[in-house]
């Protein structure tokens, strides 16, 4: 069978070119020809891939995601109003993902917020018994107790609020602060000397139990991120006569717990028995 699909001025003209293309055909080898063909298949199918990998398997957690609860989110105090911070916060932010190390690194420096955040609050900035966050989005904390605004700050001409034992701060549960997945908490801190029993930076979580997260100073002037996965510590040291910055980052998926002081990797690991003192 021959087609000839091209325009012809007349039906000789046709004719003629549809008997040249008949002789094309009938000179064709044909076992030669299906040669070339299946070989430039082939030669396109070695440069081409798809590559198929199991969407389920990438979708499972490696650490144990975290637990919603519906308490408020609190700085200096657990939920119960106990373990309560003592000592100067310059500033708070709280990530709805795990931030790289070299972010973690670039905020310890002073760099501006990542994306992620869901609050940023600088605690000098406390008037009428609230600390607004960041950006008009951000939650604000209401002040319980009588904390009061130093010019004390890791940045020149900075203030923070100063903790007395009595006093914290809190907001209340929203679906933004409602995290599973991941988490960053950060903070700059100038703790006292702190009792045994540490004090809480960010709290929210039930008092007794790891259905959330925080982060604290336990045992003394420590540092230890709590999440369902269990907890992760370490011996900071912090001092009581400057700032340091402190952060958290847990990451079910990845696997990642991490406890960073200034910038620094100073802690990681996979899950764990719950440490807190209540469970001794």
């Known amino acids: 069978i021959a087609v000839l699909t091209a325009p012809s001025p ?3 003209a046709w004719l003629d070119q549809i008997k040249t293309l008949s002789g094309k055909i009938a000179a064709i080898d044909v076992a030669k020809s299906r040669q070339t063909h299946e070989q430039w298949w082939k030669d396109f199918w070695r440069r081409s891939w798809i590559r198929v990998t199991d969407a389920r ?3 499972t957690p490696r650490l144990i995601p975290m637990r919603r609860n519906r308490l408020p ?3 200096g105090a657990d939920s119960e109003g106990g373990n309560r911070f003592v000592g100067n916060i310059a500033e708070v932010r709280l990530y709805n993902r795990a931030l790289s190390a070299k972010e973690i690194a670039a905020a310890a420096q002073g760099g ?3 994306t992620g955040i869901v609050a940023h609050w600088a605690l000098g900035t406390m008037a009428n018994g609230k600390v607004a966050g960041m950006r008009a989005d951000q939650p604000a904390l209401i002040v319980r107790g009588s904390p009061v605004v130093e010019p004390a700050a890791p ?5 923070s609020l100063h903790f007395d034992g ?3 701060l809190e907001t209340p549960h929203t679906s933004a ?3 599973t997945q991941a988490v960053t908490m950060e903070a700059w801190i100038k703790p006292d000397r702190l009792p045994a029993g540490g004090a809480r930076i960010v709290d929210k979580t039930h008092a007794g139990d790891s259905d959330g997260y925080l982060l604290d100073t336990y045992p003394g002037n420590s540092l230890r991120m709590i999440v369902a996965d269990g907890d992760i510590r370490f011996d900071a040291k912090l001092p009581t006569d400057r700032f340091t910055h402190v952060a958290g980052v847990f990451d079910a998926m990845t696997g990642r717990k991490e ?6 990797l100073v802690a990681s690991g996979g899950g764990g028995p719950d440490a807190r003192p209540e469970h001794f």
């Open 57 to 59: 398997r990438s979708q």
């Open 73 to 75: 989110l609190r700085i």
């Open 177 to 179: 602060l409602d995290l």
């Open 155 to 159: 940045w020149p001409d900075g203030h």
């Open 166 to 168: 009595a006093a914290y």
């Open 112 to 114: 501006p917020a990542g």
């Open 259 to 264: 406890l960073y002081v200034n910038g620094r």
């Open 10 to 12: 007349t039906a000789e």
